[in-house]
Nanobody, 123 residues
Framework: QVQLVESGGGSVQAGGSLELSCAAS?????MGWFRQAPGKEREGVAA???????SYGDSEKARFTISKDNAKNTLYLQMNSLKPEDTAMYYC????????????????????WGQGTQVTVSS
């Protein structure tokens, strides 16, 4: 099991940027970012494999960038041109075993999850 701690959330005006971080307690095979807005289902934002291959959800490809520092076991999500509809709790997820399906993919079945960091975008 991997322990995950997200940070970097906050309040920003529309058009602004934020970088989220997720510190993992161990090396991982697959990691991802997810978000959940009030009253909505959780959705996959982006995923990354240990070799650096990435995949994005449909709506974030042009504005968000997922990256990972393997030496630090830290995952990042750079978010640019933020919109009010990006307001959500953002969660980091990870897997060490590589048994959750194809990675990178936001449909990968991640067993380990962080507590989340809130992102609020005002208009």
């Amino acid at each position: 099991q991997v322990q995950l701690v997200e940070s970097g959330g906050g309040s920003v005006q529309a058009g602004g940027s934020l970088e989220l971080s997720c510190a993992a307690s161990a090396s991982t095979y697959c990691m991802g970012w997810f978000r959940q807005a009030p009253g909505k289902e959780r959705e996959g934002v982006a995923a990354i494999r240990s070799d650096g291959s990435t995949s994005y959800g449909d709506s974030e490809k042009a504005r968000f960038t997922i990256s990972k520092d393997n030496a630090k076991n830290t995952l990042y999500l750079q978010m640019n041109s933020l919109k009010p509809e990006d307001t959500a709790m953002y969660y980091c997820a990870a897997d060490r075993a590589g048994t959750g399906g194809y990675c990178p993919s936001v449909y990968y079945r991640f067993p380990d999850w962080g507590q989340g960091t809130q992102v609020t975008v005002s208009s």
